[in-house]
């Protein structure tokens, strides 16, 4: 779906030469079995635009539930508040264009004494269930931890590493019981505060990379959660002028509950719809496949670049749709894709 980056010259050219993908996933391998590395690198495209909107795209066959991997440019059509835009850029993660990825597995605190059920609990323990997926990233793609409490504590625990079972390591360490005082309306403040802290502290860190990776949110968390709406809308707003997808995996042992009223529930679910990603609910043995699926969906995506009309830093609706042709070649074929975005000149003050 769409991200709105700022582009200038040099990463522009650094971009042109980042991030070569491998074949991966045991769960398609037999379309990826047949792909070879691509060869040398060709010189960069260098492109000096002031700003350049990308849109990720995902799509799914569905016959085979798999991404289709052959689209080319001209097999697309971009739209921005239904005016149809020049596609200026194309990328394809098939031939290994798009950029790196940074995966955050992102969890809150696990409060000693509470039921073994509930928020990240579950997670507890299992979190080598996740390991084998991870050997499908490209070896330029990093990992990254973070977590969030009720008391209004959040950190980057782990910044993003190539180092995958360090990743796992601290993720296990991250989810240990912790004490504190909770379960006040003073406490739901803080903890509201501090999830919003830390989606920001994701965001900044990717600014402050280059070439700049595509930040990836994966939170394992039942999502029992709520959050005003106008801060809730604020948060998507800083997707939305920036990068980010959000995906999500919930135990689906966890309860379903949390009525919130005034509020708007399944934030998770919420930031995951507006950015594109998903949320799925698994048990255990659904862990490592639904990474998977969530890097193969990475892996395949298309990013569509395009010059906004204006800069004007309000929302504009975006639509991707296949032509006349490409849509006679994949009937039923589902495109997915962030369906908002915001043009800003700069880079927001809090990313710095």
């Not at 379960?183 to 739901?188: A, I, L, N, Y």
């Not at 948060?235 to 009525?259: A, C, K, M, Q, W």
């Not at 708007?264 to 043995?285: D, L, N, R, W």
Request: with cysteine; proline share 6%.
């Amino acid at each position: 779906m769409e991200i709105l980056v700022k582009v200038d010259f040099i990463k522009l050219v650094v971009r042109g030469l980042a991030a070569i993908w491998i074949c991966f996933f045991g769960i398609c391998a037999s379309p990826l079995a047949s792909q070879q590395p691509p060869g040398p690198a060709q010189a960069p495209t260098i492109r000096v635009q002031s700003s350049l909107v990308l849109v990720d795209v995902f799509s799914r066959d569905r016959k085979n539930g798999l991404p289709v991997q052959d689209f080319k440019k001209g097999d697309f059509r971009l739209f921005d508040n239904r005016h149809e835009v020049r596609i200026a850029t194309f990328e394809a993660g098939a031939r290994y264009d798009t950029r790196s990825i940074t995966l955050w597995f992102v969890v809150i605190c696990n409060e000693s004494g509470l039921p073994k059920f509930g928020a990240s609990a579950e997670f507890l323990g299992e979190e080598s269930l996740f390991r084998p997926a991870l050997n499908h990233l490209e070896s330029h793609d990093s990992v990254g931890v973070a977590h969030w409490c009720d008391n209004g504590d959040t950190q980057l625990d782990l910044l993003p590493t190539e180092d995958r079972d360090k990743a796992i390591q601290q993720l296990a360490e991250t989810l240990k019981p912790i004490s504190f005082e909770g379960g006040t309306s003073e406490s739901d403040e803080a903890g509201e505060q501090a999830f919003r802290k830390l989606v920001r502290l994701i965001i900044r860190d990717a600014y402050q990379r280059n070439p700049e990776p595509l930040p990836v949110i994966v939170f394992l968390h039942g999502d029992h959660t709520g959050q005003p709406h106008g801060e809730l809308n604020k948060l998507v707003d800083d997707f939305l002028e920036t990068s980010g997808i959000v995906f999500g995996i919930r135990d689906s042992r966890s309860p379903n509950l949390h009525l919130v009223i005034g509020e708007q529930a399944k934030i998770m679910h919420y930031m995951a719809k507006h950015t594109g990603g998903e949320y799925f609910s698994v048990p255990p043995t659904g862990y490592e496949t639904t990474l998977e699926t969530i890097l193969m969906q990475l892996h395949y995506r298309y990013e569509l670049g395009f010059i906004p009309p204006a800069i004007d830093g309000k929302r504009h609706e975006l639509r991707v749709e296949l032509t006349k042709q490409a849509k006679a070649e994949h009937k039923g074929l589902r495109l997915r894709y962030r369906p908002e975005y915001i043009p800003v000149r700069e880079e927001p003050a809090w990313a710095h």
